[in-house]
């Protein structure tokens, strides 16, 4: 969520609110056709309390989409219901990588401020800065001799 109060009556794409003759019409399939899906697990629409489906228009999608593959395509059910796993274990590693990457980023922005506290709290007086300049000077290092 975006941190923001969701009005508790307003309908999204995941709203279940067809009944199976409506959700039939809208997406061009028989009702039987739509209990077959839901029996093999292709698309699984909400249930009331009566226990009568209810489809949402994610709902309706899907069936559009699983019809299309079916006839337009030639893929069997079994496959389709593969596809569809696929395609949601996709879009959930998709968004536990947007999740990780912005950990990732929050850990970064927090660890470039405290880069800079710790820059800021060096005692400066104790410890000058001095541009070091680069000579061809060369020195000589005689240790003093032992006294006998």
Partial sequence: MDG???????????????V?????QLSGLHP????????????SPDRTAGRGRRYSARDIELLRTVQQLSQDEGINLAGIKRIIELENQVAALQQRVAELSAAVDGAAVAMQQREAQVHASYRRD??????????????VWRPKRPKD
């Fill in 20 to 24: 199976i003759s409506i959700a039939a």
């Fill in 32 to 43: 039987q056709t739509l209990r077959q899906y839901d029996r093999l697990g292709l698309v």
């Fill in 126 to 139: 104790l410890v000058p800065y001095q541009d070091v300049q680069h000579t061809s000077a060369l020195v």
């Fill in 4 to 18: 923001r109060r969701r009005n508790p009556y307003q309908l999204t794409d995941e709203s279940p609110v067809y």
